[in-house]
Nanobody
């Protein structure tokens, strides 16, 4: 079955960096588009970044130039490098794949605060 396991969240000061990882299993990872979403308290879950099977990427306007999505098909892992973090980046971050339906990981919390 499809499994997505996120890691790498934590508490960081404004201006700092974090790298999130999402280990995937149960489907042919290298054939699928992968996505990162985030959800802040009281807000809807929103798309952060996308990487296609061929490596094409796209980003939400709010993170362009600060976040980078990448993938390692040998490790079945997708990453989200987050630089110049702001307090408004505080959220639970989720990995996602659509394989007949949406699959989600358990999420990893990112808190940006001084």
């Amino acid at each position: 079955q499809v499994q997505l396991v996120e890691s790498g969240g934590g508490l960081v000061q404004p201006g700092g960096s974090l790298r999130l990882s999402c280990a995937a299993s149960g489907f042919p990872f290298n054939s699928y588009t992968m996505r990162w979403y985030r959800q802040a308290p009281g807000k809807e879950r929103g798309l952060v970044a996308v990487i296609t099977s061929s490596g094409g990427t796209s980003y939400a306007e709010s993170v362009k130039g600060r976040f980078t999505i990448s993938r390692d098909n040998a490790k079945n892992t997708v990453y989200l490098q987050m630089n110049s973090l702001k307090p408004e980046d505080t959220a639970e971050y989720y990995c996602n794949v659509f394989n007949g339906r949406h699959y989600w990981g358990q999420g990893t919390q990112v808190t940006v605060s001084s």
